[in-house]
């Protein structure tokens, strides 16, 4: 079992910046995808940023503002977001899976087998 817990959202104006972590513990590797995900009032949970086998991947939304980064050392994944707008305004989740060495898309939710509780961005106009 692997356990998230995410901190750092919160209330901010529009073009400020926040960063959010995502702190693994339990039956953690620096070999699992980890991932962040969104969902807004109303709307589906939506891929943001991950890391898979490696290499970074981001929502066409977020790509070129946000930057998802981790400390294995501290089992910790990071997603820094400046310039943020009231669009990004959402609960964010962090996801965990194990590598199993086969193809698995980052940005489909279901294949993800470990979710934090999330935290809440409210982004003001």
């Known amino acids: 079992q692997v356990q998230l817990v995410e901190s750092g959202g919160g209330l901010v104006q529009a073009g400020g910046s926040l960063r959010l972590s995502c702190a693994a513990s339990?039956?953690?590797?620096?070999?699992?995808?980890m991932g962040w995900f969104r969902q807004a009032p109303g709307k589906a949970r939506e891929f943001v940023s991950a890391?898979?086998?490696?290499?970074?991947y981001y929502a066409t939304s977020v790509k070129g503002r946000f930057t998802i980064s981790r400390d294995n050392a501290k089992n910790t994944v990071y997603l820094q977001m400046p310039s943020l707008k009231p669009e990004d305004t959402a609960v964010y989740y962090c996801?965990?899976?194990?590598?199993?060495?086969?193809?698995?898309?980052?940005?489909?939710?279901?294949?993800?087998?470990?979710w934090g509780q999330g935290t809440q961005v409210t982004v003001s106009s």
């Open positions: 890391f898979d086998r490696g290499k970074t």
């Open positions: 996801a965990a899976r194990a590598d199993t060495g086969s193809y698995r898309p980052v940005s489909v939710a279901d294949e993800y087998d470990y």
């Open positions: 339990g039956r953690t590797s620096s070999s699992y995808d």
